[in-house]
């Protein structure tokens, strides 16, 4: 959980023949959490776009996600039967799935081998791009970064400091 990995999906709409490409990376993760990360993405993307009102029109839609991972298949499948137990890692992923299945989308998981398709040839291009651009800017000096990625970077080296008692522990702030 501690190594950079990219992440990337396709979304294709069957009513509107349109399609959407997902991605990025991320500084500490792992493969499954990579492997998880598009269809949540794409899924809320979706949601806010054209799901919410067909929704309200048909009540439910039903998604089939294309994985080459077993084992988001597995627990993804697990995760739309809500009488089914899932893993604790990853579970606010899982936990996700489920309130998107409360909204009424109804996930199909389907694992397939992985570059079977052109799609998922495509996504694993790009989630390796994306885990290389998250390498390569992680090993950046402050002078070649943004504004902004300079921001991110000292506020995450920051020490919270109370001037009456001293350092603050974040992680225990209620």
Same mark, same amino acid.
């Given at each position: ?15 509107? /023949?349109?399609?959407?490409? %997902? ?12 492997? !998880? ?14 799901? /919410? ?5 048909q009540g439910f839609l039903n998604?089939?996600?294309? !994985? ?5 298949? !597995? ?12 893993? &604790? /890692? ?15 989308? #109804? ?5 397939? +081998? ?5 799609? %998922? ?8 791009? +994306?885990? #290389?651009?998250?390498? +390569?800017?992680?090993?950046? !000096? ?7 990625? %300079?921001?991110? &970077? #000292? ?14 522990? #974040?992680?225990?702030?209620?």
């Open positions: 959980m501690d190594r950079p990995c990219g992440w990337a999906g396709i979304l294709i709409d069957n009513q509107t /023949k349109g399609r959407r490409v %997902n991605f990025g990376a991320m500084n500490a993760g792992s493969i499954n959490l990579a492997e !998880t990360m598009p269809y949540l993405s794409l899924l809320n993307w979706f949601d806010g776009q054209y799901g /919410k009102a067909r929704l309200e029109s998604v089939h996600v294309v !994985t080459d991972s077993q084992v988001v298949a !597995t627990w993804g499948n697990a995760a739309m039967a809500n009488d089914m137990r899932v893993p &604790r /890692k990853h579970g606010a992923f899982w936990a996700s799935l489920r309130y998107l299945r409360t909204l009424g989308y #109804v996930c199909h998981f389907h694992w397939e +081998s992985r570059q079977r398709s052109r799609f %998922n040839w495509a996504a694993d291009l790009i989630a390796g791009l +994306s885990r #290389v651009a998250m390498c +390569s800017a992680a090993q950046l !000096t402050p002078a070649d970064l943004t504004v902004a990625q %300079n921001a991110a &970077r #000292v506020i995450s080296e920051l020490d919270f400091e109370d001037p009456m008692t001293g350092p603050l522990d #974040v992680y225990s702030l209620a």
